[in-house]
């Protein structure tokens, strides 16, 4: 009996814990398209504090730049994975990607501060040996 109510318990803290996914999911297109279209300004505008407190504005576009200067427009992406992190200072979503740009494939991963079921980017990684061997997208020959 009491490994039923302790069980329903833990049932019933997971339910109460779950949190959409949707918006942080919704925000990576989003982001590919502003990065595609040269809006890296609005991007770190529109992003959480947790990000601009570690890059600035300058820095940040200097990044995006860099990054659709060496791998062109994006393709495709394909989620590889995601986390939900809850923390005493708010609810944080990770996402991982699988991306295909003009120029080669990156791993992307996103992290998003949850703001009233909004996502706002707090973190942005990439990995691609394209970005760092590869030529200019941007570079004909």
């Known amino acids: 009996m009491l490994r039923t109510i ?11 814990c779950s949190v959409d996914t949707a ?3 919704q925000a990576v297109p989003m982001f590919h398209s502003m990065l595609d279209a040269g ?8 992003s959480s504090e947790d990000l601009k407190s570690l890059s600035s504005q300058h820095d940040f576009v200097a990044f995006l730049e860099a990054v659709h200067r060496k791998l062109g427009a994006s393709a495709s992406s394909e989620r590889q994975g995601w ?3 809850y923390r005493t200072s708010g609810t944080f979503i990770t996402l991982t990607y699988k991306t295909r740009y003009a120029v080669g494939e990156a791993q992307e991963q996103f992290v998003f501060r949850m703001k009233d079921s909004r996502a ?3 973190g942005y990684h990439i990995n691609s040996n394209a970005l760092i061997l590869g030529r200019d997208a941007t ?3």
């Open 6 to 16: 302790a069980l329903l318990f833990v049932l019933l803290l997971a339910c109460g």
């Open 23 to 25: 918006p942080a999911e």
């Open 39 to 46: 809006n890296f300004a609005q991007i770190y505008v529109g």
């Open 83 to 85: 986390r939900v992190d």
């Open 120 to 122: 706002l980017l707090a």
């Open 139 to 141: 570079t004909t020959i």
